[in-house]
């Protein structure tokens, strides 16, 4: 679950074995701004992969900067994440590389992370991704169908294309395209650029709150997607409607439904909330425009969304163990 994480923690200088003594830390160019600090890459000898150490030589000061998730597994294991176990196996071999205590990088302040997972799916499940419309009140940016954003100053979730990323990066064009025929890779994460984000506060301070959390931090994702980012079912064709007759207030509710289709459900919310009178009723406005519109929709595209919902929690349930 734990991916690219910023980790502040106190070092003091007279416990320090010295770390240009040690084979898997590598001294490597630091820039003008860190001209306080000495930087190392920490290899890991498994993988080849590095993080950051920044080293103060005048205070306890030191921080650690990277993918935990990569560091540990290698690059060429883009799909796998860390589950609760190879977290703490992870911090450990961190630790006897350093030449630092476990509870001083256990206990350390997080100053960013990134918790998330990645899940396979069938490329008929993709649209997933454009499905997902607004996340509270965090601005929404979309790349194409492969990628969604919502941003706001603490956090950020995103979800994308996985197995796109990789393929574009490792794969000619003809080998990604047959890949990609059946195959999609859903990456599900939630960026925490301030642990004081209302929604994680008190339990991603250090690794050790993210630790004890872990389960509660996996089911929170899995809501996330399930229940509190809103959604247009894309997936399938709409019903077709009937010869018979209808009232005026179906006939309102067609009309409707047909210019969202037309012209998108968030123009349409943009519309209908500039035009209304009253402003305490925009959220009203939207919550009856989107049962509107989901009445319309044949239940194929909800079976499609209920199958990913299960896959999703079957790997948020695996990366508890």
């Known amino acids: 679950m734990v991916d690219n994480a910023n980790i502040q923690f106190m070092w003091p200088i007279n416990e320090r074995s010295y770390c240009c003594g040690r084979k898997y830390l590598i001294r490597s160019y630091s820039s003008a701004s860190d001209s306080f600090y000495t930087t190392y890459n920490v290899i890991n000898p498994d ?20 993918s935990l998730r990569k560091w540990f597994y290698g690059k060429l294991a883009a799909s796998r994440d860390l589950n609760k176990t190879n977290l703490f196996k992870c911090i450990k071999l961190l630790s006897e590389l350093i030449g630092i205590s476990l509870g001083i990088l256990w206990n350390g302040n997080i100053r960013s992370v990134e918790l998330g997972m990645s899940v396979h799916l069938k490329r008929n499940q993709e649209l997933i991704i454009p499905s997902l419309l607004t ?122 439904f047909r210019g969202m289709k037309t012209n998108g459900m968030n123009n349409v919310f943009t519309f209908v909330n500039s035009s209304s009178k009253f402003r305490s009723k925009r959220s009203g406005n939207r919550k009856k425009l989107l049962e509107i519109y989901n009445t319309y929709k044949s239940n194929e595209g909800h079976n499609i969304l209920n199958d990913i919902y299960q896959k999703v929690w079957n790997r948020a349930e695996y990366l508890k163990s």
């Open 47 to 66: 993988t080849g992969e590095n993080l950051r150490l920044k080293v103060s030589e005048s205070n306890p000061n030191c921080y650690i900067s990277g």
């Open 135 to 256: 996340y509270g009140r965090l601005k929404r940016k979309q790349i194409g169908i492969e990628t969604v954003e919502f941003t706001g100053t603490k956090k950020s979730f995103i979800c994308y294309d996985k197995l796109e990323e990789v393929a574009k990066k490792n794969l000619s064009k003809k080998i990604r395209e047959k890949l990609k025929k059946n195959n999609f890779i859903l990456r599900l994460e939630h960026k925490i650029k301030a642990p004081s984000a209302p929604e994680y506060a008190g339990r991603v301070n250090s690794l050790k709150d993210i630790y004890r959390n872990w389960e509660n931090l996996l089911d929170n994702v899995y809501f996330t997607l399930k229940e509190k980012v809103e959604k247009d079912v894309l997936f399938s064709s709409d019903l077709g409607l009937s010869s018979g007759k209808y009232t005026q207030t179906e006939m309102i509710y067609i009309y409707a």
